[in-house]
């Protein structure tokens, strides 16, 4: 499948909300070429998003769950915002093409302080797409939950409120919807609580959220590894998945 158009259907809107939140009109693009395909990444920092990225990453490589010969086509978003009212976007949408052709990926968030008001927004949201889409929303939601997970941590660090998206071809309306309407929802989130003030421990728990991150992608994500071998620098992966600061 040709996921050109959706993918800047998903970006460009992403990135607009980034500069608009943050009021700057300054994007730090990256361009990466590999053996075995390419890498894109464009970051917004500022006031409220103190950075927001997304990334597409084309490949054609050996599936690891598979063997088979994949072409991989990614988009991801990933924010970190300045305050922890604003939950971190935790977003990776795949299309797998092989033998068949599928899609892989996930949409949910990390909380810090996030309300339980805005975590029922974005259930309500995905919660109504997937059902009239003809899915069962739970059957789909309780595959994302503890995605972000090491053994001996006592919970995950994602909200296990979103999809995972492991979906066929002819499902691409849901995966399609599901996306657009997961990035407009978070930012009525970011509209409505980039003002609220916080506190000295809620800012504790959002640095011990981002660490938490990146302890899992450096010692569990197995895609983080699989790109690493394939020649992508650690410091490309950091700028897109881990924070731009962290204070112990």
């Not at 909380?111 to 309500?124: G, I, K, M, Q, Y």
């Not at 006592?154 to 002819?170: P, T």
């Not at 929802?185 to 991150?213: G, H, Q, T, W």
């Amino acid at each position: 499948m040709d996921m050109e158009e959706y993918y800047n259907q998903l970006r460009e809107p992403a990135l607009e909300g980034f500069k608009r939140f943050n009021k700057t009109s300054q994007v730090e693009n990256k361009s990466l070429k590999l053996p075995v395909g390419s890498l894109d990444i464009s970051v917004v920092r500022g006031k409220f998003l103190e950075k927001a990225a997304t990334s597409r990453i084309r490949l054609k490589t050996k599936n690891p769950a598979t063997g088979e010969d994949t072409k991989f086509d990614v988009f991801q978003i990933k924010t970190y915002p300045t305050t922890p009212k604003i939950p971190i976007l935790l977003f990776n949408m795949e299309n797998r093409v092989a033998k068949e052709d599928t899609f892989g990926g996930f949409l949910d968030v990390a909380p810090v302080a996030t309300s339980t008001e805005d975590l029922n927004f974005l259930h309500a949201g995905i919660k109504e797409i997937t059902e009239r889409q003809g899915e069962d929303y739970e059957i789909l939601r309780k595959k994302v939950v503890d995605i972000y997970k090491r053994d001996h941590w006592d919970k995950a660090v994602n909200a296990g409120i979103g999809v995972r998206l492991e979906l066929a071809k002819e499902q691409f309306d849901l995966v399609r919807e599901a996306g657009l309407k997961w990035v407009e929802c978070y930012f009525k989130i970011v509209e409505r609580r980039a003002p609220e003030p916080y506190s000295e421990e809620e800012d504790a728990l959002m640095n011990f959220v981002r660490a938490r991150i990146l302890e899992f992608y450096m010692l569990k994500d197995m895609s983080f590894e699989i790109i690493r071998k394939l020649g992508v620098p650690v410091e490309w992966m950091a700028l897109i998945h881990f924070a731009p600061t962290l204070r112990y």
